[in-house]
């Protein structure tokens, strides 16, 4: 049997306490945890975990219980606005002349590093 690709995000922390060692998984949009003993588990679990949260949501329509859009389907458009206290945007402004750079490229390089 094929296995169905997961369409939603999850981010894989390994845990470790005392002489145990396993990971956990968190799915942001659903707010979900899910443990396992290895990556396998992990992945089976989380794919079971979404499988069950779409089916209660799906049964509890009308309850204000929306499905989220997969992430697979999210697309990035490389925009995306910060406000910031105007005296940081300053600084920020100022380092970025100093370095010859726009104010774009040098957050870019701030952020990236």
Do not use: W
């Amino acid at each position: 049997m094929k296995k169905q690709p997961i369409e939603y995000d999850y981010i894989v922390h390994h845990i470790r306490d005392g002489k145990s060692i396993g990971y956990k998984a968190f799915i942001p949009a659903f707010n979900g945890v899910v443990f396992g003993e290895n990556l396998m588990e992990i992945e089976s679990g989380v794919a079971l975990a979404i499988q069950e949260e779409l089916k209660a949501r799906t049964m509890a329509r009308g309850k204000k219980r929306s499905i989220p859009k997969p992430d697979v389907q999210q697309t990035f458009t490389g925009k995306f606005m910060v406000r910031m206290n105007p005296a940081l945007h300053q600084k920020l402004s100022l380092e970025a002349k100093a370095r010859r750079k726009s104010l774009n490229a040098y957050i870019q390089e701030k952020i990236s590093a």
